[in-house]
Each structure stands twice: as C-alpha cells, then as structure tokens.
C-alpha cells in the first residue's frame, strides 16, 4: 500500500486488537508514518461472548495513517466541516457507535466481515474528495466500492474470493443501474475482476 499511495496520501486500516497494534508498530518504527488518529468503532449490537472468559468484544480499531514521514506529513485530507456537520455541528469524535452491517445490506449475499456502509461513508467523506482513486486491497463484498460509486470516487478493488466479487459485483450492479459495458467485457473479464468504469488518469 505504501509504495503505491500517493505521497501524503490517507490510508486508513481496520482491525482488532489481535493485529492492530501490531500493524500500527509496524507504520511508526518500521516506515515511520505518520499516524493522525485512531479511530475506535463500537458495536452497540455486538454478538455475545460464549466462552465467558473474557470481555465481549464490542469494539473495531481503525488507524488513519499518511503516507510521509512522520515529521514531513502535510496537506492531508480532512473534511473537517463535513464531519462537523454529520455530527451536529459539533466537532467528530474519534469513537463512533456504528450498529452490525445490517441486513438490508448483504441481500446479495453474505461476507463474514463485511463494514456497514455507514463506517466506509464516514471514512470516505472525512479522508477523500470527488474524483479521487481508492484502493482497497482486501474488498470484501465491496462495501469500498459501493461508497465510493455513491461519492462519485474512482476505485480499485482486489478480492481472492470469486464469490465475494460475485456479490461485490451485484451490489454496485445495483447502485449503478448497471451501466458498465455488458458485451465484451464479461466474457474476456477472469471472474475474480469486478468491472468498472475505465479509469481515465
Ligand atoms: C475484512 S474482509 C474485507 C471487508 C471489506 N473491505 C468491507 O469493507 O466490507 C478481508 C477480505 O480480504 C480478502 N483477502 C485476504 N487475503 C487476501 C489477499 N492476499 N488478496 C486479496 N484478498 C485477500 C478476504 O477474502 C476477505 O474477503
């Protein structure tokens, strides 16, 4: 991701605590990137622990780096006025309480760990601005792509998994009326690529 991203660049990774920490000593002693905030999504609806061991994981961390040296970082992007105003007018913490992806979003099918869009939306609108290229290297069901089809953003998405880009595919069918190209493009496309509108830089 680093040698890809563009200089200055917002990079934002989820995780648990299983490898965020990890992740984040990683950007800061190994690349020495600048880490802006850490964001921590909470789960109201969290699912019970079984075990009883221990606490019930209800929490998500998101680390919000940029792509520069810690001490040469600038011009980031943030939507500071956007944010405030998504929260009232009031400035935009860093814990936000985001219920489970509902239902309603996984109609195409299921992703085990599939973000609500109301997660990716905060992060796309805070970090990007229209006509920007996304890329998110493990995309899932496409909740990236289906934001940022919505944000009218340029995107990226890479996926190991046919079925999930099956139902990535369907989603942002969905959203965009289908309006990609049905001839040649399905029939020459592998089908672990999700067609997309040409990416003209
Ligand atoms: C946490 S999920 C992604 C969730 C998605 N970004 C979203 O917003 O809903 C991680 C995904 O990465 C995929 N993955 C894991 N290793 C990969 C690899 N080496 N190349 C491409 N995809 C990979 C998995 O199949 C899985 O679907």
């Not at 002693?29 to 600048?34: G, I, S, T, V, W």
């Not at 009883?52 to 040296?69: K, L, P, Q």
């Not at 814990?95 to 099918?109: A, D, Q, Y």
Request: glycine content about 4%; some cysteine; proline content about 4%.
């Amino acid at each position: 991701m680093l040698r890809v991203l563009k200089t200055n660049g917002n990079l934002f990774i989820f995780g648990s605590f299983h490898c965020i920490f990890t992740i984040g000593f990683i950007l800061q002693n190994m690349f020495d990137r600048r880490i802006i905030s850490q964001i921590v999504w909470y789960k109201p609806n969290a699912q019970p622990n079984i075990t009883c061991r221990m606490f019930t994981e209800s929490t998500e961390f998101i680390i919000w780096a940029v792509n520069n040296e810690t001490k040469k970082a600038k011009n980031w992007t943030f939507n500071y006025e956007t944010m405030k105003a998504m929260n009232n007018d009031k400035q935009m913490r860093n814990m936000w309480e985001i219920p489970l992806t509902p239902r309603s979003e996984k109609k195409h099918g299921k992703h085990p760990s599939q973000k609500p869009i109301a997660v990716v939306n905060r992060i796309m609108l805070a970090g990007t601005n229209e006509g920007d290229l996304i890329l998110d290297p493990f995309s899932g069901s496409g909740t990236t792509a289906v934001v940022a089809e919505q944000h009218h953003r340029k995107w990226i998405m890479i996926e190991k998994d046919k079925t999930y880009n099956q139902i990535a595919q369907m989603r942002i069918d969905e959203l965009t009326g289908n309006l990609f190209e049905e001839n040649s493009i399905k029939e020459k496309s592998p089908q672990n690529t999700i067609r997309h509108r040409p990416y003209v830089g």
